[in-house]
């Protein structure tokens, strides 16, 4: 039963646009919140949110490079969630235009 309760909180995170977008994007690479809001046209705040959810949850995980935050996929929860992505289209044409945006490995500033 605790699995169920699991699943069903991850499947109502992921009912979000927003949130499923941003996993989708992190399908492909990691990112940090500047990248995000690029992409999505929404608030550092909100795109904060958003995260900060999906990490309470396991989903995401972050790490920290010099002054940046970047985000990923869980590593623990990583084969689920990709299991569960499959069927969401690839975002890959965004990452390209991050690169094309920052010095080519979506570094903010």
Same mark, same amino acid.
């Given at each position: 039963m605790e699995q ?31 990248? /995000? &809001?690029?992409? #999505?046209?929404?608030? %550092? ?9 999906? +990490? *309470?949850?396991? /989903? &995401?995980?972050? #790490?920290?490079?010099? %002054? ?9 929860? +990583? *084969?689920?969630? /990709?299991e569960l992505l ?14 094309? +945006? ?8």
């Amino acid at each position: 039963m605790e699995q169920l309760q699991s699943l069903a909180d991850t499947f109502k995170l992921m009912g979000d646009k927003t949130r499923l977008t941003i996993l989708a994007l992190l399908r492909e690479r990691e990112l940090c919140v500047c990248d /995000l &809001v690029d992409v #999505t046209g929404m608030s %550092q705040p909100s795109i904060s949110q958003h995260l900060r959810k999906m +990490k *309470d949850a396991g /989903l &995401v995980s972050e #790490t920290r490079k010099g %002054q940046w935050i970047y985000y990923s996929l869980a590593a623990d929860q +990583k *084969d689920r969630t /990709l299991e569960l992505l499959r069927q969401v289209p690839s975002l890959s044409h965004k990452i390209a235009e991050i690169e094309e +945006k920052t010095d080519g490995n979506g570094r903010c500033g």
